[in-house]
């Protein structure tokens, strides 16, 4: 499924399976996740797709072919490819263990062909082994909603009481490693989202509510996944002295201004970009541990426009992923 110019449905094109260059590996789709950044690609409000592109970047499959030079994977085994595709490995955040900030990186389903396909290419440095036993299909969303989440977890810091805005893939799989770590959720969704809080309640959050409602008790920290930048004054007020608000998404509605007063106290805002290998590392580990169980909607590939529809208008509960062949 391939987009030739964004705000356009993407097409279905029949392409040559590609040859794994030295480095690479090429991989037999199983499943690939439907991300909202997908939709930031094909909406135009992100900016620098190699186009025409095919979009994805939560890929779960196995390998079929391997390039020279590369030991890390061999045929047969099963892969997951995320949205960090390349990075240059010499600019200055590369070098010092940020390569999710790298000045010239390469994004899978962005500026690298990605998963909405039969088959994907991918440069193995960046791939990880998928073990467990989750389908290819529940696997899929653990490679962004759950890494990118995972980041956004970690940067929310030791939050007894955790608010988390936006009950779709990501926050499910957030909400589960919170609660294993001890953590209370508390969640806000879109005003009136009944099937989203009784999803949410379904994963364990003390406390459901609309976006628009405060909390009972004041929290210690605040992840935003939806692309609402009105919700980021809206969790300044509900977090307490010292707490953190998380922008997990890779864009957002412009953001009202607001009075100092609900920043004072040492609150922080901030957000959290791509991710880094270390971070698929730890995540893929721990996610069978929780065990983090991911609650899919699968889609056949040709209709992947209409995952996305289903996405842009929340009608989802969980993660929507699509299935080739
Ligand atoms: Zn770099
Ligand atoms: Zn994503």
């Not at 094109?13 to 909202?36: F, N, S, T």
């Not at 989203?196 to 409602?213: C, P, S």
């Not at 698929?280 to 991911?294: G, S, Y």
């Amino acid at each position: 499924m391939v987009l030739d110019r964004p705000g356009t449905p993407l097409k279905l094109a029949d392409l040559p399976v590609p040859e794994p260059g030295a480095g690479q590996i090429l991989v037999r789709v199983g499943a690939c996740g439907v991300c909202r950044t997908d939709l930031h690609v094909v909406d135009g409000e992100l900016t620098e797709p190699a186009l025409p592109i095919v979009p994805g970047h939560e890929v779960v499959g196995h390998v079929v072919g391997v390039g020279a030079d590369v030991q890390r994977f061999r045929i047969g085994e099963r892969v997951g490819i995320p949205w960090l595709g390349w990075t240059c490995g010499v600019c200055r955040y590369c070098r010092s263990e940020r390569e999710n900030l790298c000045d010239t990186p390469k994004f899978t389903g962005y500026q690298i062909n990605g998963g909405y396909a039969e088959y994907a290419l991918a440069d193995a440095r960046y791939c990880f082994p998928i073990e467990g036993d989750y389908s290819d299909a529940e696997a899929a969303p653990l490679m962004c909603a759950g890494l990118i989440g995972y980041r956004s977890l970690e940067m929310a810091g030791e939050a007894e009481r955790l608010g988390i805005y936006g009950f779709g893939a990501a926050a499910h799989i957030v909400a589960q490693v919170a609660r294993h770590r001890g953590q209370q959720v508390y969640a806000f969704t879109r005003p009136g989202d009944e099937q989203a809080q009784v999803f949410a309640r379904d994963l364990g959050a003390v406390w459901v509510g609309g976006a628009d409602q405060r909390p009972p008790d004041p929290l210690d920290a605040a992840i935003i996944f939806a692309p609402v930048g009105a919700l980021v004054p809206a969790a300044l007020a509900a977090v307490g002295k010292g707490g953190v608000v998380v922008a997990g998404g890779i864009h957002m509605s412009d953001i009202p201004s607001f009075p100092y007063s609900i920043l004072w106290g040492e609150r922080v805002v901030r957000s959290v970009a791509n991710l880094t290998r270390s971070d698929a590392e730890e995540f893929l580990a721990l996610a069978p541990q929780v065990p983090v169980r991911t609650e899919v909607h699968t889609f056949p590939l040709e209709q992947a426009n209409e995952a996305l529809a289903c996405l842009r208008e929340g009608r989802l509960r969980g993660a929507a992923v699509l299935l080739p062949g």
